[in-house]
């Protein structure tokens, strides 16, 4: 059978690939007009340090690739970008607000499963060192950017981790973040089996139906006109509202992150599938990693579910330019002629393997190109260049011009 790749992960090739660049290099342009600088880490971190953002301390080993070196140090994969995010904030002069992104690999230990891998690609962008929530708008702004750019309609809940905090003390004092834990899993087990849940802990379960009703004057009722939560996220929606974000709403229900974010938390979806995305707030991030607690809001854009998603959809990548052959002329002539119009700025791959038409033009449509430039002896006396669109069968001999070349496939 061959060498196969490690289990719970996958290679990209070919048209594939080009869905995958095509995310990557959509964020990286709408990340890049924000003022974000790129960020490139080690995939391989110090144990400690993965072990740092989780309350599972000794535990996470079961979920990460933990290994040690030759030198008998405790290792991990990075199994997100904050981490390293937080090292080099806690080990480095920022001038701030620091705004970077990054598009990496990460690496979880999980049971691989539909669109859950052991390796995934993920793009982060993070702010830190702004108080308000202004940050939370930007970040939303991006999302707004990105999915524009890929095609898709983006669903963004968010709750309060301050309201949610302020919420479950009235029902479950003391036992706050063990509500939450029980509460994250509301949608995978449904109200019955939370409510048993919350029961078996003596929580009352009563806070499930408040969550579920996700009614805000409720919740206005129980926490009290005061509550901090509850100012912050009326003011992040009126900041949605004002700036025409109508696809972000508040969901009562919505709890992740419970070790390290402190604000607004964040979660994506798309056509009511798996998430696709998250973040928040975590301004005690860098705090725990010897720096000093700094104010920060990021959010992880899932490429390889997006990539997922699109493939679902059908979408294919355009190609650029042209893909060129040549009909019964001299393939050097051919490489030169396309050398000649790359030089001008004009995409141009050539037919090396000496395909004929019809061959050639179900090579060039399987890599998705749009047009297809074709040699034969006559073009070549009379130096002009025949283009076909694949698309829609129009054809035209041209004068071998880049103007008018560029202008057809502008067309």
Same mark, same amino acid.
């Given at each position: 059978?061959?060498f196969?790749?490690?289990?719970g992960?996958?290679?990209?090739?070919?048209?594939?690939?080009?869905?995958?660049e095509?995310i990557?290099g959509?964020?990286?342009?709408?990340?890049?007009s924000?003022g974000?600088?790129p960020?490139y880490?080690p995939?391989?971190?110090?144990?400690?340090?993965?072990?740092?953002?989780?309350?599972?301390?000794?535990?996470i080993?079961?979920?990460?690739?933990?290994f040690?070196?030759?030198?008998d140090?405790?290792?991990?994969?990075r199994?997100?970008?904050?981490?390293?995010?937080?090292r080099?904030?806690?080990s480095?002069q920022?001038?701030?607000p620091?705004?970077?992104?990054?598009?990496?690999?990460?690496?979880r230990?999980?049971?691989?499963?539909?669109?859950?891998?052991?390796?995934?690609?993920?793009?982060?962008?993070?702010?830190?060192?702004?108080?308000?929530?202004?940050?939370?708008?930007?970040v939303?702004?991006?999302?707004?950017?990105?999915?524009?750019?890929?095609?898709?309609?983006?669903k963004?809940?968010?709750?309060?981790?301050?309201?949610?905090e302020?919420?479950?003390?009235?029902?479950?004092k003391?036992?706050? *973040?063990?509500?939450?834990? *029980?509460?994250d899993k509301?949608?995978?087990?449904?109200e019955?089996?939370?409510?048993?849940?919350?029961?078996?802990?003596e929580?009352?379960?009563?806070?499930?139906?408040?969550?579920?009703?996700n009614?805000?004057?409720?919740?206005?009722? *129980?926490?009290?006109?005061?509550?901090?939560?509850l100012a912050?996220?009326?003011?992040?929606?009126?900041?949605?509202?004002e700036n025409?974000?109508?696809?972000v709403?508040?969901?009562?229900?919505?709890?992740?992150?419970?070790?390290?974010?402190?604000?607004i938390?964040?979660? *994506?979806?798309?056509?009511?599938?798996?998430?696709v995305?998250?973040?928040?707030?975590?301004?005690?991030?860098?705090?725990?990693?010897?720096?000093?607690?700094?104010?920060?809001?990021g959010?992880s854009?899932?490429?390889?579910?997006?990539f997922?998603?699109?493939?679902?959809?059908?979408?294919?990548?355009?190609?650029?330019?042209?893909?060129?052959?040549?009909?019964?002329? !001299?393939?050097?002539e051919?490489?030169?002629?396309?050398?000649?119009?790359?030089?001008?700025?004009?995409?141009?791959?050539?037919?090396?393997a000496?395909?004929?038409?019809?061959k050639?033009?179900?090579?060039?449509?399987?890599?998705?190109?749009?047009?297809?430039?074709?040699?034969?002896?006559?073009?070549i006396?009379? !130096?002009?260049?025949?283009?076909?669109?694949?698309?829609?069968?129009?054809?035209?001999?041209?004068?071998?011009?880049?103007?008018?070349?560029?202008?057809?496939?502008?067309?």
């Open positions: 059978m061959g196969q790749t490690v289990r992960m996958r290679d990209l090739i070919g048209s594939d690939a080009c869905i995958q095509f990557e959509n964020c990286r342009k709408v990340f890049a924000y974000y600088l960020q880490t995939a391989v971190e110090n144990f400690d340090l993965l072990a740092a953002k989780s309350a599972a301390g000794e535990e080993k079961n979920e990460i690739y933990y040690k070196d030759k030198g140090r405790e290792l991990g994969l199994f997100d970008l904050t981490v390293p995010l937080g080099i904030a806690s480095n920022l001038k701030m620091y705004k970077r992104y990054a598009i990496e690999e990460v690496y230990y999980d049971r691989p499963q539909a669109k859950r891998y052991r390796a995934f690609k993920q793009a982060d962008i993070d702010i830190l060192g702004v108080k308000g929530l202004e940050a939370e708008l930007e939303m702004l991006v999302t707004r950017d990105v999915f524009k750019k890929l095609g898709l309609s983006p963004v809940i968010f709750n309060s981790r301050k309201l949610l302020e919420l479950i003390s009235n029902f479950a003391g036992k706050e *973040i063990e509500t939450m834990r *029980i509460l509301l949608d995978k087990v449904g019955k089996d939370c409510k048993a849940m919350l029961v078996e802990k929580i009352d379960a009563n806070i499930v139906d408040i969550i579920v009703k009614d805000l004057e409720e919740i206005t009722q *129980i926490v009290g006109q005061s509550s901090n939560g912050e996220v009326k003011e992040f929606s009126e900041m949605c509202k025409k974000l109508d696809f709403e508040y969901n009562a229900a919505l709890a992740r992150g419970l070790e390290y974010y402190t604000g938390v964040f979660e *994506i979806k798309v056509d009511n599938g798996p998430s995305g998250g973040g928040g707030r975590f301004d005690k991030l860098v705090g725990n990693y010897d720096g000093q607690d700094t104010p920060a809001v959010i854009y899932g490429v390889s579910r997006l997922d998603i699109l493939k679902e959809k059908g979408f294919k990548t355009a190609t650029e330019g042209l893909f060129l052959i040549g009909i019964k002329v !001299n393939p050097s051919i490489v030169k002629i396309g050398d000649t119009l790359r030089q001008e700025g004009i995409f141009v791959e050539v037919d090396l000496g395909k004929n038409i019809s050639g033009m179900d090579f060039a449509e399987k890599k998705g190109y749009t047009y297809i430039g074709i040699i034969g002896e006559d073009e006396k009379e !130096n002009k260049i025949t283009i076909k669109n694949l698309k829609t069968g129009s054809q035209e001999t041209l004068e071998q011009k880049v103007a008018n070349i560029k202008e057809f496939l502008k067309n």
